[in-house]
Structures are given as C-alpha cells and as structure tokens.
C-alpha cells in the first residue's frame, strides 16, 4: 500500500501526467488501462493458461483495437509462452495450444471492438490512415520546428523526459530497479513481464517516433516506475553475487527504502517547481 501511495502522490506532481489529467482528452488514457490489464492477467494466470489467460487476451485485443499498443505486449506473452515450456510447467503442446487459444480471442476482440475491418474498403482506408500516421510520427507534422525536435534518438527524447515525468537520475534508477526487481525478489515475474512491455514500447518512442508528446510516455513509464519502488523488496535474501553481497544485510531493506523515498520526495518537489511552467 505505502509504495502504490508512493507512485500516486509522484504522479499528482508529474507534469506530464497533470497536464493529461487537466488539459487533455484522449483514447491513451483507456489503452495504458488494458495494457496494465493485459500484465496484470498475465502475471495471475502463473502459467496455469486458464481464465486468467483469456482474461489478458481480451484486455490485450482492446488495448490492440484502442491503439495498437497491445501489440507492444508481444515480448511478454511470448515469455509466458517460453518460460513455461522451459521450466516444464506446461507441455510443448498445452503451451502452444495457449498461443493459438490467445491469438484467436485477442483478433476475435479486435473486430469486434473494430467491425469496420470486416469491410474490404473500410481495411483499404485503415491501411492509408495508418501509413500517414506512421509517416507524421516519424517525420513530424510538417510544422515548423525551429527547436529541431522531429527527430529521434535519446538525445532528443531525453530532455522531453526529463521536463515532464524526471531527472534522468531518476529515470537510471527507476531502470536499474526494474532491472533488479526482475532478477531478485517474490514479484519477479511481475517485474519481468512489466520490463518485456517497457523494452519494445520505449525502444519504438525513442527511435522510431519524431513527434514527442507528453502521453506517448506516460504509458511506459507508469508502469516502469514499480520496478524502482519495490527496489527494497529485493534485499533480505541469500546467495548474492559479491557486487550485491551488501543486501544480504539485515537492514539493506530498509536502506533501500529511504534511498528511494529521497528519490522520489526530491523528484516530486522537482516536479511541483515545473508545473507552472507547462
């Protein structure tokens, strides 16, 4: 609960979630939700492929169907797919009969939320809309642009990141936590899947989209800030590696706690200094 707290009251001082909060009104807002669904279904099923499973499916169609963000969970249901072959808890078949059973109810509520496509002119003209937009995202508007931001690559994307969702410390560490949350801990395989869904869907932000706006990342990094705050959840354990052997101490936790507190406290009055500036 303090850590869910934690990530609300950042965001309360983001500027770039206060600025879509208040001053925007767009589909994102119902995609990051089935998108979180989709990792959240993903997560409880625990390689059972049961309810849960088809639960994802038809949160990941919709997401899909609002804005094609749920094809960005790929990495991660193919995860689910490999680890429980790998790790023996499923058969080959049973785990392959589950990426059918996903692929047919994910596609069966893509049309369903979208019946135009059914229509072969209503297909053709999906298609032209799409191409123009993928054009105008990784080319820009044809606007002027005298700051020279329809471009891409972190160093343009970087600074818009910094401005409204955190210092580039910040965001190291909130990767780094994602990264060890991953790795080590009970929710591992939470972190895991969150991480599966952070690397393609930022990697196409960064080096494929020219057009930068504040909700394009809000997405991705509403769910990578967890890694970073469930750091402390890590220590306590056995078995580290020597660079890691400190959170075998009794009170790594605990350390790790107020570091990321500090972090967050100094970030969210960092934040409250910007908004009035968006």
Request: glycine share 8%; hydrophobic share 60%.
């Amino acid at each position: 609960r303090f850590f869910a707290i934690a990530l609300f009251v950042f965001l309360l001082a983001a500027p770039g979630a206060v600025k879509y909060n208040g001053l925007f009104w767009h589909p994102d807002a119902l995609a990051i939700l089935f998108v979180v669904l989709t990792l959240f279904f993903l997560e409880r099923d625990r390689f059972r492929f049961g309810h849960n499973w088809v639960f994802a499916a038809i949160a990941c169609g919709i997401a899909s169907a609002i804005r094609l963000l749920g094809f960005f969970c790929v990495l991660a249901v193919a995860y689910v797919l490999l680890y429980a072959w790998l790790a023996r808890k499923a058969p080959l078949r049973k785990v392959f009969a589950a990426g059918l059973v996903f692929l047919l109810v994910m596609g069966a509520v893509i049309l369903i939320a979208s019946p135009y496509l059914l229509m072969p002119s209503a297909r053709a003209r999906f298609g032209e809309i799409l191409a123009e937009k993928q054009h105008e995202m990784k080319f820009g508007y044809g606007d002027p642009d005298p700051e020279n931001i329809y471009r891409t690559g972190w160093g343009v994307w970087l600074p818009f990141l910094e401005l409204h969702y955190g210092h580039r410390v910040l965001l190291v560490f909130t990767a780094l936590g994602l990264l060890f949350t991953s790795l080590r801990g009970a929710n591992r395989q939470a972190h895991r899947l969150i991480g599966l869904w952070v690397i393609p869907s930022l990697g196409y932000l960064v080096y494929f989209v020219a057009v930068k706006s504040f909700q394009y990342i809000l997405v991705v990094l509403m769910p990578m800030y967890v890694g970073a705050l469930s750091l402390p959840f890590i220590a306590g354990g056995e078995r580290y590696p020597k660079p890691l052997a400190f959170l075998a101490h009794p009170q790594a936790d605990r350390a790790l706690a107020w570091l990321v507190a500090a972090l967050t406290l100094a970030q969210t009055w960092f934040n409250i200094g910007l908004l009035p500036k968006q």
